[in-house]
């Protein structure tokens, strides 16, 4: 039996073919060890993809949404006799994928539910403990297809935990979909180590660790950061200010052994919207661990979130404040339009937040300067067209020009 899994074109992306998708390989891998033929197909550069697929799945992130459907479309079109949905937005809305017309959606780990969905379910949950049981298979397209630069070095990705620690602790940031259910599972360093070898095998010497909060297992990563220093990779990570800081000792060790880029999600420099979104951290915190990583020599890249619950004047005086402060220590600045994704704490309960937005045939995500696309969303205070002023001042001002594409 044939599966043909199909990651969407991305053209909401600069890049459409920075790094692999990942998801789509540990699928291969599950399947092909179960007997089945399997093709991975990227529709950023090709919609070839086996007309006598007997099933296909889609991998659906939220902002693919629109072009998923249409893809559905001409799939069901070109003789698809059954099409699968997964990835992230599948597990938020899987309704409105069954509503779209997918035959079948995945919640939870494809690996453990597409062989359900293959068979006819309509809609499979499954979650898994031990998250080494599963493997990407790195061979099922050519990574070298794929372009992604740490500090100058051709990268890949890899992923050593699904969930966020702070989405497990607390329930998450109030804005945050947690398409994870809102559970933490880590591979062990063992397994790591195998993929980090594979990759080196490949050819690649330089990795970007995907995982949503790096530095959350301290004792964990410590082995990890010990491996990627023997095998001598470059590297880059996204964390969070306060894990950054906890953790201060591995951070250290991480950059003797080739750390050099941390991405660090701020949304805010104002500590009031901070507190509304359940951040966690405070704008003295954010500073702290700018000031040590770059006080360490690692590239520090921060994001920003421009439309928090109760966004004013003065809360966006307050980020373009600490950024007057701190941009010569930021290597990179990003800053979008918020957009309300379903399942989040603001998308569950509207009433308790200062945000209105227009439910719709939402886009998500869009290039800089072309948010018009995304859905309107205002407070209080300020307007959508406003709060898209903003935005774009604040990229003028702060982003470095290098950056701007
Ligand atoms: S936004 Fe980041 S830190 Fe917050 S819950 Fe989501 S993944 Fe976790």
Known sequence: MLISLIAPDRPYLITQKSLPPLGPLYLANTLKSKGYDVEVVDFADSTTFSRDADVCGVT????????????????????????????????????????????GVSIGDGELTIERLINGEK??????????????????????????????VRATSLITSRGCWW??????????????????????????????????????????????????????????????????????????????????????EAVKTGLSE???GVESASDS???????????????????FLYDLGVDVKVTFIVGCPSESEE??????????????????????ILQIYPGCDIWREPGKFDLVWQESNTAYKSKPGEYG????????SLSFEELLEWRDKLEKLFKPKEFIR
């Open 167 to 252: 989405a497990a602790k607390t329930g998450g940031c109030s804005f945050c979909c947690r398409c994870d259910g809102r559970k933490l599972r880590f591979n062990s360093a063992k397994h790591v180590k195998k993929e980090l070898v594979d990759i080196q095998s490949i050819g690649f010497e330089a990795i970007v660790l995907y995982d949503d909060t790096f530095f959350s297992y301290p004792k964990r990563d410590t082995r990890i950061v010990k491996d990627i220093r023997e095998l001598g990779f470059t590297w880059r990570c996204f964390s969070r200010a306060d894990v950054v800081l906890r953790n201060k000792k591995v951070v250290e």
């Open 315 to 336: 809360t966006l005086m307050e980020t373009k404040g600490f950024l007057d402060e701190h941009i010569t220590k930021l290597h990179d600045v990003d800053f979008t």
């Open 60 to 103: 659906i992130l939220s902002p693919d949404f629109i072009r998923s459907k249409e893809i559905l479309r001409s799939l069901k079109r070109n003789g698809a006799k059954r099409v699968i949905a997964g990835g992230p937005h599948a597990a938020i809305a899987p309704e409105e994928c069954l509503k779209a017309g997918f035959d």
């Open 273 to 291: 919207i901070l507190k509304t979104i359940n951040k966690g951290f405070t704008k003295k915190q954010v500073s702290e661990a700018i000031n």
């Open 123 to 152: 809609i499979v949950t499954a979650w898994a403990k031990n998250i080494d049981d599963f493997y990407p298979d790195r061979s099922a397209i050519d990574l070298w297809d794929y372009e992604f630069y740490v500090r100058g």
């Open 262 to 264: 941390v991405l660090l």
């Open 373 to 380: 696309g995304c859905t309107p969303i205002s407070t209080s």
